[in-house]
């Protein structure tokens, strides 16, 4: 009997989008974790403003923290408004912080935000890699190889 398939993030309206971690990391494994958000952080994010274009993800004390994101301050938030640039926890299973742990401190990995997203419940949730960097060769190769993949496919649609 073989291994069922891991389910995909049911992913409903996308926030925030780290485009650039896909071309400056080289992805090995993804998570799904939730953010430990105030309410006028949900507004904003709702409303779709938030980046995590500069952002990353660290393992200490026990937990995870996203470092560095940015959720603006919701416009008629007035004094219960929230600091825009503040570590915000992600919420993990123990086995998962763990294993992220060893990949970060042995392997020498990067925890990279992918996206920020609303699931199917309604939830605040990041999409977590598991990432090595890329060197400035790595990229060169990944911008030809990416290329080729493109001519090829046009080739083949014009012969038919």
């Known amino acids: 009997m073989s291994r069922p398939k891991p389910a995909t993030f049911d992913k409903k309206k996308i926030?925030?989008?780290?485009?650039?971690?896909?071309?400056?990391?080289?992805?090995?494994?993804?998570?799904?974790?939730?953010?430990?958000l105030t309410g006028t952080e949900v507004k904003s994010l709702r409303f779709g403003e938030g980046s995590i274009a500069e952002s990353y993800a660290e393992v200490n004390d026990g937990?995870?923290?996203?470092?560095?994101?940015?959720?603006?301050?919701?416009?008629?938030?007035?004094?219960?408004?929230?600091e825009p640039k503040r570590p915000r926890k992600l919420l993990l299973h123990e086995r998962e912080v763990n294993k992220l742990h060893g990949a970060v401190a042995r392997d020498g990995m990067t925890l990279v935000p992918l996206m920020i997203?609303?699931?199917?419940?309604?939830?605040?949730?990041?999409?977590?890699?598991?990432?090595?960097?890329?060197k400035a060769h790595d990229k060169r190769d990944h911008i030809k190889e990416r290329d080729w993949k493109r001519d090829a496919a046009r080739i083949m649609r014009e012969r038919g």
């Open 63 to 82: 937990g995870v923290w996203l470092v560095n994101s940015n959720i603006p301050e919701f416009s008629h938030g007035n004094r219960f408004n929230h």
């Open 15 to 36: 926030v925030a989008e780290n485009r650039r971690a896909r071309f400056d990391y080289e992805i090995d494994t993804k998570y799904e974790a939730g953010i430990v």
């Open 117 to 134: 997203y609303f699931n199917g419940q309604g939830r605040a949730k990041v999409e977590l890699a598991l990432a090595k960097g890329r």
